[in-house]
């Protein structure tokens, strides 16, 4: 049975935690085509179009409602007509220091 990223819920990254592998993020990917993969797969990243900056403003803080529900936060950028919304994973240690 395929797993269904819908019925996911975030789990934040604490210290130790391994990045999803590439061929899993790759198969979850398809589950939600409007999104890009990037930076090796150890990104997801998606820019929404709105009508005006009024749409865009509300969206976004839809986002940080639902990010702040479930403890894991996007990096968002927006102005008139858009905003893109980005989450990263990131590696279990940089040059050898764990992330805590």
Do not use: Y
Not at 81 to 94: E, I, N, Y
Request: glycine share 8%.
């Amino acid at each position: 049975m395929t797993e269904s990223l819908a019925e996911k819920t975030c789990t934040p990254c604490r210290g130790g935690v391994p990045p999803l592998p590439r061929d899993e993020a790759l198969r979850f990917q398809a589950q939600a085509p409007d999104w890009e993969l990037r930076d090796d797969a150890r990104r997801i990243e998606r820019t929404f179009r709105f009508r005006n900056f009024r749409e865009a403003l509300a969206f976004v803080q839809q986002v940080g409602e639902l990010a702040e529900s479930e403890g894991h936060h996007p990096d968002i950028s927006f102005g008139w007509g858009h905003a893109t919304v980005f989450l990263q994973q990131l590696p279990l240690s940089l040059k050898g220091t764990p992330h805590v």
